[in-house]
């Protein structure tokens, strides 16, 4: 299982980045993908996810109405739109790939989420300028 993350970069607030997450060596519709993320001195952090069973999208509350999470299946890529993006969302985001229940994927937010996704890329920096 291999994820690879892209897109990351600097960025004024209020501006946007798509972040890409490329996905090989397992079948993709399987699992539920998430975004991640972690600033310094932080936890680890859900912020996205979109269900392998529905494509049903799940956020967090500081993201919800600016990220738009989505999945290109013939690609094996997921995307994570980030829109009037804020200082406070300057992090390293990170895609995951995992089998959580249907509880579980809707727990985006919950400090435990993580546990519940195997495969981890290396990570993207997000640095948003105020």
């Known amino acids: 299982v291999q994820l690879v993350e892209s897109g990351g970069g600097l960025v004024q607030a209020g501006g946007s980045l798509r972040l890409s997450c490329a996905a090989s060596?397992?079948?993709?519709?399987?699992?539920?993908i998430a975004w991640f993320r972690q600033a310094p001195g932080k936890e680890r952090e859900g912020v996205s996810c979109?269900?392998?069973?529905?494509?049903?999208?799940y956020y967090t509350d500081s993201v919800k109405g600016r990220f738009t999470i989505s999945r290109d299946t013939a690609k094996s890529t997921v995307y994570l739109q980030m829109n009037s993006l804020k200082p406070e969302d300057t992090a390293v985001y990170y895609c995951?790939?995992?089998?959580?229940?249907?509880?579980?994927?809707?727990?985006?937010?919950?400090?435990?989420?993580?546990?519940?996704?195997?495969?981890w890329g290396q990570g993207t920096q997000v640095t948003v300028s105020s």
């Open positions: 995951a790939a995992g089998d959580p229940s249907a509880i579980w994927t809707a727990k985006i937010g919950d400090p435990n989420v993580l546990y519940e996704y195997d495969s």
């Open positions: 060596g397992f079948t993709f519709d399987r699992y539920t």
């Open positions: 979109i269900s392998k069973r529905d494509g049903t999208t």
